[in-house]
C-alpha cells in the first residue's frame, strides 16, 4: 500500500501564492514520479476556506507569511494532526517569508516563483523519499 501525505497551501487570497505553491509542487513530484504518494491543494485565509476538518485531514498545512500562521493558529484544533508552519521554513536561502505579490509588480511574482521552487525541493527532501 502506498502512504499518501497530504499538503494543503495557504496564503491569503488563494489568488497568488498558494495556487502558485501547489501548482510548481505538483509539477516537481509529477517530475519525479512521487505524485501518487501525495495529495495536494491550496486555500486561502481571506474567504474562510480552511475549516477545521482540514487540520484532521491533512498531514502538512503550509502558509506564505507571519500573517496566515497567525490565523491558522487561532483556528487550528488543540488535538489536530496538521503540522502548520511557514512553507519558507524550507527555503535553501532562508528567506522565510513568501510575501504578497499582489499590489506589486511582475518582479514579486517572479520572486515567488524562484522561491516556491526552492521551497518544494525543500519539503520533499525533508520527507526523506529523495
Ligand atoms: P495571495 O494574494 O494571498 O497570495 O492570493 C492576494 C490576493 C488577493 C488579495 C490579497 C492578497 N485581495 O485582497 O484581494
Redesign the pocket.
Known sequence: MTEITSVLFV?????????MAEAVFQSVIDKRNYSSNFRVDSA?T?DYHVCKQDFYEFDYILC?DESNLQDLRSIQPANSKAVVKLFGKYDSEKDEIIR???YGGVDGFDYNFAQVTRCSHGFLKSLSIV
Open positions: 496564503c491569503l487570497g488563494n489568488i497568488c501564492r498558494s495556487p486561502g481571506a506564505m504578497d505579490p499582489y
